[in-house]
Nanobody, 124 residues
Framework: QVQLVESGGGLVQAGGSLRLSCVAS????????MGWFRQAPGKEREFVAA????????YYAHSVRGRFTISRDNAKNTVYLQMNSLKPEDTAVYYC?????????????????WGQGTQVTVSS
């Protein structure tokens, strides 16, 4: 079992920045690909970014490419999502997820563990 706890969400004005963190505990000795997803009110959950176990390869949704950066520190069992140039349409609950894979994936069904989510609200 792996437990994931997100933090760093909040209220920010458009154009601002936030950094989300996700700390993993439990069976973290096994390599996991990590991802961030988000869900806005009335919308389906959507993929945001993913990173492979080694951290050298990342993948982003088109809507956030160039603005968001995913990274990880395996020594701290932590994955980050740096969000810059935020837009009101980025408002959502952001979820961290872990997949028992070494390579990244954007498919939510591939992820085995999920955090509880952290709210990000971007005002215009």
């Amino acid at each position: 079992q792996v437990q994931l706890v997100e933090s760093g969400g909040g209220l920010v004005q458009a154009g601002g920045s936030l950094r989300l963190s996700c700390v993993a505990s439990g069976r973290t000795s096994t390599g996991y690909a990590m991802g961030w997803f988000r869900q806005a009110p009335g919308k389906e959950r959507e993929f945001v970014a993913a990173i492979q176990w080694g951290g050298s390869t990342t993948y982003y949704a088109h809507s956030v490419r160039g603005r968001f950066t995913i990274s990880r520190d395996n020594a701290k069992n932590t994955v980050y999502l740096q969000m810059n140039s935020l837009k009101p349409e980025d408002t959502a609950v952001y979820y961290c997820a872990a997949a028992a894979l070494t390579y990244y994936t954007s498919n939510a069904d591939d992820y085995n563990y999920w955090g509880q989510g952290t709210q990000v609200t971007v005002s215009s």
